[in-house]
């Protein structure tokens, strides 16, 4: 097992279900072997994506990882866009793939009007549920916090669940 694969794995028992994993997985029954073969093919993508494009952040133990999103060239983003569609129809399938597309834009339209175009986004981060309560979210995500206060960034999140606001409350966002 590699340590993507690991990583990707921690990920899944951290966050399969969040709904909005869930719903993008939904094309395969809930819960079952395939089910977790989408969502572990879906976070090592995510990982990869980050780690080319953004930032990625992994603790030592691979319990859990922070996958961040930073102002690119448009060029680059439009290219990532089309590598990760072509990706997602892959491991989620068609159906899987317009459910994505669907949240993705629906939200994408509401952070245009308050989030700014160079803000720094947090896409994943998640912990494997063993090791949650531990404060390894928070070190997985401080340094970034503290790198985009140092270049005076905005950050933002989205999240599907009331359980993490008080964490990310907590944190600055």
């Known amino acids: 097992v590699t340590a993507r694969r690991s990583v990707a794995v ?26 977790k073969t989408a969502l572990v093919q879906y976070f090592e993508y995510a990982l ?19 996958a961040w999103f930073l102002p690119i060239a448009p060029g680059i983003t439009q290219e990532a866009k089309i590598r990760k569609e072509r990706a997602l129809h892959e491991v989620l399938s068609e159906a899987g793939l317009v459910t994505y597309q669907r949240i993705t834009e629906f939200m994408s339209q509401r952070a245009r009007v308050c989030i700014p175009a160079d803000a720094w986004y947090l896409s994943i981060v998640g912990i494997t549920p063993k090791a949650q309560g531990k404060g390894l979210g928070r070190k997985l995500l401080e340094p970034t916090l503290t790198e985009a206060d140092e270049a005076k960034a905005v950050c933002y999140l989205e999240t599907f669940s009331m359980r993490n606001v008080t964490f990310y409350t907590r944190l600055g966002f």
């Open 10 to 35: 921690a990920l899944y028992r951290a966050l399969a279900k969040d709904p909005f994993y869930r719903t993008i997985a939904g094309a395969q029954h809930r819960d079952t072997p395939a089910f």
């Open 48 to 66: 990869d994506e980050a780690a080319a494009i953004g930032k990625l952040v992994v603790d030592e133990g691979q319990l859990g990882a922070a």
